[in-house]
């Protein structure tokens, strides 16, 4: 089996920091894509941003300049950066892994539990 376990959440005000992280664990062979998506009260699920098993990186404009994904593929962990915080960033996120387990030959889409972010003074 293969677990995705997020940590980071939290209460922030507007301006501030968080760092989220998401450590993959279990019979994993190779992680390819990794992401994380943010779901507000009310809305759809978001995707904020995506990093690639190489490192290249994408983001929405809405924050794009503000958040940061990295990778430590010894650790099998993706983190999420998150400065200049908005209240509009409020919201349940999620991180996503496109995960090859051992003895396999495809690739399976595994969701963290989510972490709550409240930006607000």
């Known amino acids: 089996q293969v677990q995705l376990v997020e940590s980071g959440g939290g209460l922030v005000q507007p301006g501030g920091s968080l760092r989220l992280s998401c450590a993959a664990s279990?019979?994993?062979?190779?992680?390819?894509?990794m992401s994380w998506y943010r779901r507000a009260p009310g809305k759809q699920r978001e995707l904020v941003a995506i990093?690639?098993?190489?490192?290249?990186?994408n983001y929405p404009d809405s924050v794009k300049g503000r958040f940061t994904i990295s990778r430590d593929n010894d650790k099998n962990t993706v983190y999420l950066q998150m400065n200049s915080l908005k209240p509009e960033d409020t919201a349940d996120y999620y991180c996503?892994?496109?995960?090859?387990?051992?003895?396999?030959?495809?690739?399976?889409?595994?969701w963290g539990q989510g972490t709550q972010v409240t930006v607000s003074s």
């Open positions: 279990g019979s994993i062979f190779r992680i390819n894509a």
């Open positions: 990093i690639t098993s190489g490192g290249s990186t």
């Open positions: 996503n892994a496109e995960i090859r387990r051992r003895g396999t030959t495809y690739d399976v889409p595994y």
